[in-house]
């Protein structure tokens, strides 16, 4: 092969997984290392891609895992026309949810919407669908020591690739007790934090293999790690007889082959999330039909070998799937699952959504796969959404609402303020019709909606310096010009409100204009989705009783507008 086609075949690959090892570059290339780390230098050298340790990443995007991304069918809809709250019946939810608990709380006040959770328990949910993290790391921790025992004498020194998450902490400290409560010598060396990422454990084990060389074991939280570790080893040209590497997972396709090689990856908890899937989604009917539910329902888990794994999977033309003929006889589930023939008799909703979090691991695809097979047995139409999208698009429906309420506010005649933030674009698209009205603002987004607006509508702009990053204008220039303005109404927006109820922004400059607006205004109207009340920022601008309104959604808790109530504030709900 020539150089030139070669090193297009080298960046293809990379840029289509985001990170390829030296390893695998070799083989698809069928060259040898040598030649291939050669050709990372060249193609570095020529800013094609970026040379790591062990193999190269993409300049293009970030590398997420070694394994593929889920297919079209399995990821979100890209332009929802209503919010998930009204579109489903219910939801299931993985577990990484920072503000998305406040909008799950106060979903729908038309309907019932049952959530249930997946790996991690959260707030006003129905019930969390989950494993016992901390005995299934206990029982692979016994594992592994009897493995020491019988082939290093019982001499262990560790590496632990894990993840600061509640579940995944649970398994790195139940491994390490059950390691020790059957050899108290056994050493570990390092902790460290792969952020779940193929690319970090990959690169991190071979950094601490390279310190620690006499390392021996190596205990990964999930497959993404574990997978991260292997080619690491591989890269490094480790004996399998000297190291072995254990995972909590075995999640997929891509988990199962490994180790069927029988090299590093020996054994592992088999935490089944094709059983898992359908216990969602029969918890998921359960909630909807109003029969309870105890708070965490524990789903099996078995420790597994090269050796075990043909009788739990099969190898079929498709990969390796389930024996679910097996299932029953091996393991009591604490829910009814008859995935050959469901149970259409019965009251079932229409539409269930499944937002996951990490949707590159083969734990979130095969789930999904699973709860698809099983939803289209049952007739029921299920949406798979990923985390960072579906919240996004939550939000910006949840602010084009708060927008189109604060429109109302609007009457001829006004000179209102719009000041610059997330929600002040949304607010001048719904103002462009209006007729005989002034509008005064400093946000460039704003100006730009206007420009061209077919209303009756006087723009005047603040001028000033312009911060880039806000697409703002402030200084001296801007806060002149509104001393020679009275506003009727300034539609205010800042980046966060303290629990004290506070009104707090991050940018000094941005919070005296804003203080300057507030001093000019006759009423001050907060616009702010539930979100706002959850930051805090750097500086104040004002306390929150210099706030007349405050225009919000429906995910804001009945206690703040209980506390906004007594401070006098009107507090307006936009519905969804």
């Known amino acids: 092969m020539k150089n030139e086609d070669r090193w297009e075949k080298i960046v293809n690959r990379v840029d289509q997984r985001g990170f390829a090892t030296v390893q695998e570059l070799s083989e698809i290339c069928d060259t040898s290392v040598i030649t291939i ?45 209503q919010s998930i709250f009204n579109r489903l019946d219910a939801l299931i939810t ?223 033309a498709q990969g390796w799937r389930l024996q679910w003929d097996n299932i029953p006889c091996k393991f009591q589930l604490p829910l009814p699952v008859q995935m050959q023939s469901p149970d259409k008799n019965r009251p079932l909703p229409g539409s269930l959504g499944f937002i996951c979090t990490f949707v590159e691991h083969d734990w979130y695809k095969t789930m999904a796969r699973m709860m698809k097979e099983y939803t289209d047995g049952l007739g029921i139409q299920l949406e798979v959404m990923e985390f960072g999208k579906t919240m996004k698009e939550e939000i910006h429906l949840r602010r084009v609402e708060i927008a189109r309420r604060a429109a109302y506010e609007v009457k001829s005649g006004d000179t209102i303020f719009i000041d610059g933030g997330p929600i002040s674009q949304e607010l001048a698209e719904q103002l462009v019709n209006h007729q005989n009205i002034t509008v005064i603002t400093n946000s460039m987004p704003v100006m730009d909606v206007f420009r061209n607006s077919p209303g009756d509508i006087t723009l005047i702009s603040t001028g000033g310096a312009f911060r880039r990053s806000s697409q703002v204008f402030v200084g001296p220039t801007a806060e002149s010009t509104l001393k020679e303005f009275r506003i009727d109404k300034l539609f205010l927006m800042v980046s966060g409100v303290s629990k004290n109820l506070g009104l707090y922004h991050t940018n000094i400059s941005e919070v005296t204009i804003k203080q300057g607006m507030i001093r000019s205004a006759r009423e001050v109207i907060l616009l702010a989705d539930y979100d706002c009340f959850q930051q805090e920022a750097l500086i104040q601008v004002a306390p929150m009783s210099a706030v007349h309104k405050v225009i919000t959604d429906d995910a804001l808790p009945a206690s703040v507008r209980l506390e906004l109530g007594t401070l006098g504030i009107s507090v307006i709900l936009a519905s969804m």
């Not at 094609?48 to 293009?60: D, K, N, V």
């Open 37 to 81: 780390r050669r050709d990372l230098a060249h193609l570095d050298g020529t800013l094609r891609l970026r040379r790591t340790h062990g193999g190269a990443s993409s300049l293009h995007k970030e590398p997420l895992s070694a394994f593929e991304m889920p297919s079209t069918e399995l990821t979100a809809r890209s332009t929802p026309d």
């Open 94 to 316: 993985a577990d990484t949810l920072p503000i998305f608990g406040g909008l799950l709380q106060k979903s729908n006040a038309k309907k019932r919407f049952p959530i249930i959770a997946e790996s991690l328990p959260i707030p006003d949910t129905e019930a969390c669908i989950m494993i016992d993290n901390y005995h299934a790391g206990v029982d692979l921790g016994e594992w592994a020591a009897h493995y020491a025992q019988e082939h290093w004498q019982g001499r262990v020194r560790m590496l632990d690739l894990t993840y600061h998450r509640p579940n995944t902490q649970a398994r790195s400290q139940g491994f390490m007790e059950g390691l020790r409560s059957v050899l108290p010598s056994a050493q570990l060396l390092l902790s460290i934090n792969t952020f779940s990422r193929y690319d970090m454990a990959y690169q991190l084990t071979r950094d601490a293999l390279s310190v620690h060389p006499d390392v021996n074991l190596i205990f990964a939280i999930n497959d993404t790690s574990a997978h991260g570790a292997f080619d690491a080893c591989q890269d490094l040209g480790i004996s399998p007889d000297d190291l072995i590497i254990l995972t909590i997972g075995i999640e997929g396709p891509a988990m199962i082959d490994l180790m069927m090689q029988k090299k590093w990856i020996r054994a592992g908890v088999c935490m089944f999330p094709e059983i898992v899937g359908t216990l969602c989604i029969e918890a998921a009917i359960a909630a909807w039909n109003n029969q309870p539910l105890p708070a965490q329902v524990l789903t099996p888990y078995c420790i597994a070998t090269p050796d075990d794994l043909p009788a739990l999977y099969q190898k079929t």
